[in-house]
């Protein structure tokens, strides 16, 4: 899985896909997967976001 954006900063990392789908939960596992990588690697906060195009709507997916 290689995320669509990735802001790593002093204060934390955050995670960003786009998306032009519907709602899936493969993408939540996926991203839970990629910060849990990063706050292993030191990355705290770590933040993960969907974009979904069809709705324009963006979710929190992963807040640690």
Do not use: C, W
């Amino acid at each position: 899985y290689r995320p669509d954006r990735l802001i790593l900063e002093e204060s934390g990392a955050t995670v960003i896909n786009f998306t032009d789908a519907e709602r899936d939960h493969t993408d939540h596992v996926a991203l839970e997967q990629y910060v849990e990588t990063l706050v292993g690697m030191g990355y705290q906060p770590a933040k993960a976001y969907v974009v979904y195009f069809p709705m324009g709507t963006v979710e929190l997916v992963v807040d640690r």
